[in-house]
């Protein structure tokens, strides 16, 4: 028996990284995974990673997925994304909001098309597609919404600040990860009585994914600073699954929320380190 047997899940980003290991371990688990990206064949992105690749590795399992190509940044893509989930497997029960969009620059320099489409993927398509999905898990009083974030949603506090490494370019994305974890907190007051979980978790540690590594945050997999991408997965399982009373409204990061779960024994970073706990959300 698996966590997620007979359950429908749509996973955005799933073509490489973090999303890519969320959607074969949800479908190990049993749960049928639509996988959206908008990388179909290997090549077709700069990047290693594919749809093609995540659907193959799930079906050597013996599991089952179903690729769809989707721009999230289009709120039409977004409505053709549920709507194709639903007529292949039925209505969504799961939905992991992974996808994200990320140009390390600084505000100064920040073309506004780019601004505009980042904010469209990394934030306002979890609304859309939080609300499409709604209209699924609200009438059967069930459901679970899982926002991706990051340690970027922590800012760098008040100044004066001698130490400038870290105007790296990053507050657009820092930004984008914050609201997220206000809107996760946002949504779970408002559908709370209606039996549907929303839940926002970070990595502990940064994880090594072509994009991590592209933007030199890691060194490669084998970086001591690293995290697993399996840790990220497990951490988005445990809250699909557990109950609602347990989990819903939690801002949390992976190591800490497998770690209080007992899915870990040992854990450290962010949420762990107490010197260091997280962003304001993460402790409320």
Not at 219 to 234: K, T
Request: hydrophobic residues 40%.
């Amino acid at each position: 028996m698996g966590k997620l047997d007979g359950r429908v899940v749509v996973v955005t980003g799933a073509s490489r990284g973090i999303g890519a290991e969320v959607a074969k371990l949800f479908a190990a688990e049993g749960g049928a995974v639509v996988c959206a990206a908008r990388t179909l064949h290997e090549g077709d992105h700069p990047l290693a990673g594919s749809l093609e690749k995540t659907i193959a590795d799930i079906r050597a399992g013996g599991h089952e997925a179903t690729a769809v190509t989707a721009n999230i940044a289009e709120a039409a893509d977004c409505e053709r994304l549920v709507r194709t989930a639903r007529a292949t497997y039925g209505p969504v029960d799961v939905l992991v909001n992974n996808a994200a969009l990320t140009y390390f620059l600084p505000v100064k320099d920040f073309p506004a098309g780019k601004w505009m489409r980042s904010w469209a993927v990394n934030f306002h398509a979890a609304f859309l597609l939080s609300q499409l999905v709604l209209q699924d898990m609200i009438p059967r009083r069930r459901g679970s919404i899982v926002n991706i974030s990051s340690g970027a949603a922590i800012g760098p506090g008040r100044g004066p600040y001698a130490d400038t490494s870290r105007g790296y370019g990053g507050t657009c994305y820092g930004a984008e990860k914050a609201a997220l974890e206000r809107f996760t907190q946002g949504l779970a007051e408002e559908v709370h009585a209606d039996g549907v979980s929303v839940t926002c978790v970070s990595p502990s540690q940064v994880v090594p994914t072509p994009g991590t590594v592209y933007h030199r945050l890691v060194n490669g997999p084998d970086d001591p600073r690293g995290e697993p991408p399996i840790l990220m997965a497990r951490a988005a399982l445990l809250l699909a699954t557990e109950p609602l009373a347990r989990v819903t409204g939690r801002v949390t990061y992976s190591q800490a929320i497998l770690h209080e779960f007992g899915w870990i024994d040992e854990a450290r970073g962010l949420g762990v380190d107490g010197g260091r706990m997280g962003s304001g959300y993460s402790r409320i």
